[in-house]
Structures are given as C-alpha cells and as structure tokens.
C-alpha cells in the first residue's frame, strides 16, 4: 500500500504533517510493504486556497491513501473520485500514523460534496 502524507520536509518516517494537503511544500510517500519512502515536490505549491492541484501535481507516482490533517471538501471529493481513500492523521509524525492506520485506529475522510473545510 502507497500512503501520501503532506510534509514540510522529508526526513522519512520522523517526519511531520504539514496542516494543509493541498499547500504543502513536499509529499512523503510511504510503501508499507518495502517501509520505503520518497518525496514528491508539490510543483503546483501556490500559497492561495483553490489554486494548486495535488492530485495533477503527483509527477505519475500512485497512491493509495492520503493521511491529511486537514482538506478541504472539493480536494477530498477529488481524492475520492480518483479512489484515493483518504484517513485523518492522529499523530504528528508519518510512522506514527502508519501505525495507527495499520491496526485500524484512523477514521476514513468521505466527501459529502459540501465543499467544506476539514480540520483536525
């Protein structure tokens, strides 16, 4: 299984969500079969509500699941549609909630299309 999670930088495992999955600086993506991870720039970063696309920016590399602290409904809709499951983050760190999404201790995000904004 692929895991995206949003981060400021890549320091493997240790490291840290960003608050938002569309703005963050990086993608770290985890294998949970290798424990390998990369990072995938987010080459459409723009600063601004409703102007970057994760999901276009992910330079071909497949995921499975997104582990987010917050999203808004439209990008979690999107998400969806593309059959991205997508958990909300219980921990700070990216092997902490791979942990937690293993033994089945993170809560599933589904779109209602209220186009809202989720937060922790």
């Known amino acids: 299984m692929r895991i995206c999670f949003p981060v400021c930088c890549n320091i493997g495992l ?3 969500l960003f608050d938002s999955f569309s703005c963050a600086p990086e993608y770290v993506i985890a294998d949970t079969k ?3 991870v990369i990072t995938v ?3 459409g970063q723009i600063l601004q509500y409703g102007t970057c696309d994760p999901v276009e920016e992910r330079d071909g590399f497949e995921i499975d699941i997104a582990i987010i602290k917050s999203i808004g409904d439209a990008l979690l809709h ?3 549609s593309v059959d991205i499951s997508v ?6 760190d990216v092997g902490g909630n791979i942990n ?3 033994t089945g201790n993170l809560v599933q995000l589904i779109s209602d299309k209220g186009y809202q904004h989720i937060h922790v």
């Open 14 to 16: 240790d490291s840290l």
């Open 34 to 36: 290798s424990m390998k």
């Open 41 to 43: 720039s987010n080459i």
């Open 87 to 92: 958990f909300q983050a219980q921990r700070e």
């Open 100 to 102: 937690m999404l293993l």
């Open 78 to 80: 999107k998400l969806n």
